[in-house]
C-alpha cells in the first residue's frame, strides 16, 4: 500500500512538473545542442507528444516500434590497464530497440548512420510504421531523436515525452536491455 502510494505521488510530481515547464518552453527552429536535461515543449511540428497513458497503449498493442534514445557513457580512456569496468545498466520499455548518444543536437556522419539503421531494424525498413521515440522526462535527446526521424522521412513518429520516469512511475515494466553495437563497437 506504501509503495502504491509513494509511485502515485511520484507520478503526479512527474506529470505536474513536465506540463508546468512544458507551457513556457517554445520549440526550437533547430535542434538543441546542449543542456539536454531542461523542460521541453509540450509539442513537436511533425509528431505526435504523447504520455504514459497512450505510450502504454500502442506498447500494448504492439503497434508500433519504441526506441531509446539515452546516452551511454562511455568507459573512461584514462583507466588503469586491468582496471574492471561495468557498463551502467538501462531499464527500458520492453521491446524497445536502444540507440545510444543518437539524440544529441550534432552527430558524427558515423552516428547519423547508426542512427539511420537502427530505426531500418526496428522499422524492418517500413517508414510508415509508428515509431516512439524516448528516454527520460525533461530530456532534449528523444526530441532531438524524434525530428531527426522526421527528417529521415519517417511518416508516423511519436515523442514520449516522459520516456522511462513516467514509464516506472505508472508502475509499467521495465526490462534491463543492452545497446546496439555502435560504430567501432
Given amino acids: 500500500m506504501i509503495k502504491a502510494a509513494v509511485c502515485f ?3 503526479v510530481i512527474v506529470a505536474a512538473a513536465t506540463e508546468a515547464g512544458a507551457a513556457d518552453v517554445p520549440e526550437p527552429d533547430g535542434y538543441r545542442l546542449g543542456d539536454y536535461r531542461a ?8 509528431a505526435r507528444a504523447i504520455g504514459t497513458d497512450e505510450s502504454e497503449t500502442i506498447w500494448r498493442s504492439h ?8 546516452p551511454r557513457a562511455p568507459r573512461p580512456r584514462d583507466l588503469p ?5 561495468r557498463d551502467k545498466p538501462r ?14 543536437g550534432e552527430l558524427a556522419a558515423s552516428m547519423a548512420d547508426y542512427f539511420s539503421k537502427g530505426l531500418e531494424k526496428a522499422t524492418n525498413g517500413d517508414r510508415a510504421r509508428t515509431l516512439v521515440l524516448y528516454c527520460l522526462a525533461d530530456c532534449w535527446m ?3 531523436a524524434a525530428r531527426r526521424a522526421l527528417t529521415l522521412g519517417y511518416s508516423d513518429v511519436v515523442w ?3 520516456g522511462t520516469d513516467g514509464w516506472l512511475a505508472a508502475g509499467l515494466p521495465l526490462q534491463d536491455s543492452a ?3 555502435r560504430p567501432g563497437e
Fill in 142 to 144: 528523444s526530441w532531438n
Fill in 160 to 162: 514520449y515525452r516522459d
Fill in 9 to 11: 505521488a511520484f507520478m
Fill in 81 to 85: 590497464a586491468g582496471t574492471l569496468w
Fill in 63 to 70: 503497434s508500433a516500434s519504441f526506441v531509446d534514445v539515452l
Fill in 179 to 181: 545497446p546496439e553495437p
Fill in 39 to 46: 523542460p521541453t515543449p509540450a509539442t513537436l511540428r511533425g
Fill in 91 to 104: 531499464a527500458n520499455i520492453p521491446g524497445s530497440i536502444w540507440l545510444p548518444d543518437t539524440g544529441y
